[in-house]
């Protein structure tokens, strides 16, 4: 029954009782008073009870509805409806209640929000993933470098079920779901190794934290087979060296195969030089050591000095070296030393790959800059073989170049060399048919 309806109700009681005593009085006083007199007097305490009763019922009606509207606003979170009751007694006591408890919810709220704002930048900016599992094994918070680790687009609240079946993972989270601290251990999402690490929370539930160890892993990897390739291409001209210095330390040997084995053996050596020097460039650009010093470079002049070393070393007397510019392309912004390295790397490369043909040094402009490399009518490479030819001692035909004297570094180095300068790479090759590798170099600057 809402309260308008009781005070209605109860004013009619008192009405009830008021008339009722009111013709007892009167009849006591005045035992000759007419009906109609009763009936007149009763009508008239009506009248004033019900006027009263009517101002009465609906300053308080009106009061306390402004009141349940606030009460329910502030119960929905909206501070912004509060009582403007200025009134004494209880009502007045309630509305200034309900101002204070409106005002302290809305600072409590604000501050919940900017703790909420603040946590969720700071989940956000970590490198690791996060996860808070509840004890109902719910997914309630995650961050976007734990989606992107775990492969998750579902909203939350989401089940914990719906996290990678990896073994370690499950484990690590179980046991923090138990209360325990879980140690960092790794785990393989997809292609990805994970250092995975749990903690309890107070309450039930964990927080999972993730840290993506892929791109270490692969260091490490590339770190060994490193060492190993350094180690393998220096042991293969030291132990010919050595074997050549054991049998010339005989002295029967005669003089044309002492100066045989004395001109292998510093074949070897030199060898070895080059690698070494190779290793030492490519660790000096790949460090920051080396910054190149651009200038617009006219291209022809640094091609016919290549094309006639080529020509002086060169026993191959059926493969044609050449040269062919391109006409908006007879000049390019990049470090002069860098460009003949650039070039003599590939073009020596060709040639030890072509037995008949031509090995031609070429450039190309485009948009943004300049295409120089070299194409070949060589052996070619298998398509397989194409996207790691830049790799440190990476060989499509591992024996047949080291008979030719590769260091299996040179095209490494010509990759790190357009990169320093902003550029990039290319290969496109055939096998049997020949192969173009070039370098591109980005305009002068304005």
Do not use: C
């Amino acid at each position: 029954m809402k309260l308008a309806q009781r005070l209605t109700l109860s004013t009619t009681v008192l009405v009830a009782v008021i008339v009722g005593l009111a013709f007892v009085v009167i009849a006591r006083r005045n035992p000759t008073a007419s009906r109609l007199d009763l009936v007149l007097v009763a009508f008239g305490t009506v009248a004033v009870v019900a006027a009263a009763h009517a101002i009465v019922s609906r300053s308080i009606a009106r009061s306390v509805g402004e009141l349940r509207e606030s009460a329910r606003a502030i119960a929905s979170g909206n501070y912004s409806l509060r009582p403007s009751l200025t009134v004494d007694g209880e009502l007045g006591e309630l509305a200034d209640a309900l101002r204070r408890l409106s005002e302290q919810s809305e600072s409590k709220s604000e501050a919940l929000r900017a703790e909420e704002a603040l946590q969720v930048a700071l989940t956000e900016s970590l490198n690791e993933g996060v996860v808070v599992v509840n004890a109902r094994q719910q997914v309630v918070r995650i961050n976007e470098t734990a989606r992107t680790l775990l492969r998750l687009k579902d909203a939350v609240p989401f089940s914990a079920d719906f996290l990678p079946r990896d073994r370690t993972l499950r484990e690590t989270l179980e046991t923090a779901l138990a209360g325990q601290d879980a140690s960092p251990a790794e785990a393989r999402v997809d292609d990805r190794t994970l250092s995975a690490t749990a903690r309890p929370l107070v309450g039930g539930g964990a927080v999972l934290a993730l840290y993506d160890l892929t791109p270490f892993r692969k260091l490490e990897a590339v770190r060994r087979d490193f060492v190993a390739n350094v180690s393998h291409e220096l042991r293969t001209p030291l132990t010919i060296i050595s074997g050549f210095v054991e049998t010339l330390q005989d002295e029967n040997i005669p003089p044309e195969l002492r100066q045989q084995f004395l001109a292998m053996t510093g074949g070897n050596v030199r060898r070895m030089q080059r690698i070494v020097d190779d290793l030492l460039d490519l660790s000096r650009i790949e460090s920051g050591g080396w910054l190149p010093d651009a200038a617009e470079i006219d291209l022809q002049p640094v091609m016919n000095e290549i094309i006639l070393g080529l020509k002086d070393s060169s026993t191959k007397e059926n493969v044609s070296v050449e040269s062919a510019l391109g006409d908006d392309a007879r000049s390019a912004y990049v470090d002069a030393t860098a460009v003949r390295q650039v070039l003599t790397n590939l073009a020596e490369n060709a040639l030890r790959h072509t037995s008949h043909g031509s090995v031609q040094l070429f450039s190309e402009r485009d948009e943004d800059g300049v295409w120089i490399g070299v194409r070949d009518t060589g052996s070619g490479i298998g398509a397989e073989h194409l996207t790691r030819i830049f790799e440190r001692f990476y060989r499509a035909d591992p024996s047949r170049s080291r008979e030719a004297g590769g260091t299996g570094l040179g095209l490494s180095i010509v990759k790190h060399l357009a990169e320093a300068h902003g550029g990039r790479v290319r290969a496109e090759s055939e096998v049997d048919k020949g192969t173009t590798i070039a370098a591109w170099f980005p305009i002068a600057p304005a």
